[in-house]
């Protein structure tokens, strides 16, 4: 797949098949994967796949406790909007998500694999997302949809004793990625334009192209 | 390009000739950056393109600063442990790291172009490292060598005074990706292989697959 492709329509695929991913594309998934830089290429950082059904119906319950506390916390204020006001397009995109989100925590446990990066010490993310988001950039490329969620940060300590994770070593959860065959289809998503999030050498000064629909396909 | 050699050979590529990076170059990096997932799809993102010979002659000493601060703390051990035993191998690899990144910063005013990302109100970085390494990623297919460094997180104040950055809104700085055509050649980076930084459903145990090469190419 090309590059181009792969950038482009690799968004939040929530919605999965039960059907496990094969053991050879999850190898490819992390081959590519750990080939992301880190800072200092100190490649501080550890991942774990979870596909034990009993593992997963551990996790849940916790993580439908920590999406409803998601709901009533840094999203209450567009949930609310978006009951105010449901035709509104603000109000369309944000049911999209949540729509989104609500499944895969009512679903979780048929969901086949999960992915989780863990960094030592860490606080800025910058060494652990672009790995997460390479795994799943070569999962597209596979076939297999994924969504990094961050909702379990809520349910952390909870999450990591399951996993049984060294914290005393300074080990954290910094994501998960779920990941499996999509039941709808991949393309384009919804953006604002590069323009109209971008500024060059100043704050607010434009950034020099505009382009009113997206350059690919 | 086919996404895994983009994958594969997208590595910090600091060392790069002073040539610009042309405009429509930049727009097809950006319009691919910005089709990054991000929570909850918000885009609460900025990016600025920085390629002003004055605003990059204003930020380069402070780089040089924060640089330096970087050795003297966070690498200290290493660069230390690398003096005493310049030829173990572990010194030989941070030896490499440590040139290289000095060379950005002793060459910070010949650098064509730089990628400013912005977040308001996020620490946790899951909703822009994917948009950063993203725009890596679509500058490795146009043949443009990126870096991302955290290094002016040291002299944060200073940098967002001379960008402008609206800080009293919540907007601070999440990295700078350096971008130009390189001067050395791309290649597969060196790094552990996932089975060995890697679990499958608790911690320590084995992921389930190994392979002792890089599967690409």
Redesign the interface.
């Known amino acids: ?12 695929m929530r919605r999965v098949k039960p059907d496990p991913v094969p ?2 594309i ?3 998934i ?8 880190s ?3 100190t ?1 501080n ?8 059904k009993e ?1 997963i119906a551990e996790i849940g319950p916790i993580y439908r406790t920590a999406m409803g506390l998601l709901w009533q916390t ?2 209450a204020e ?1 949930v609310a909007a978006a009951a105010d006001d449901p035709d509104a397009e603000e109000s369309k ?2 049911t999209r ?1 949540y729509n989104s ?1 609500q499944w895969l925590a009512d679903n979780f446990e048929t969901v086949p694999l999960f992915l989780f990066g863990f960094t030592q010490n860490d ?4 060494s652990i ?2 790995a ?3 795994a799943q ?2 999962a ?2 596979e076939g297999i949809g994924a ?2 969620t ?1 909702v379990l ?1 809520f349910q952390h300590d909870d999450v990591l004793n399951i ?4 914290t005393d070593q300074g080990w954290g959860m ?2 998960c990625v779920s990941l499996g065959y999509p039941t709808g289809k991949w393309g ?2 919804a ?5 109209e ?8 000064e434009p ?3 505009e ?1 009113p629909e ?3 396909p």
């Open positions: 797949m090309d590059i181009r492709e792969a950038l482009y329509t690799t968004r939040a053991m050879d999850q190898e490819r992390m081959d590519a994967a750990v080939r992301a830089p800072g200092g290429n490649q950082w550890r991942f774990m796949l979870v596909d034990d593992v840094l999203y567009r995109a944000f998500v989100a606080t800025s993310g910058s997302y672009p997460l988001w390479s950039l070569a597209r490329a969504s990094l961050q940060a996993l049984g994770i060294p910094a994501g384009v998503a953006r604002q334009q590069a323009h999030v971008s500024f060059r050498n100043q704050w607010g950034v020099g192209f382009t997206p350059l690919w």
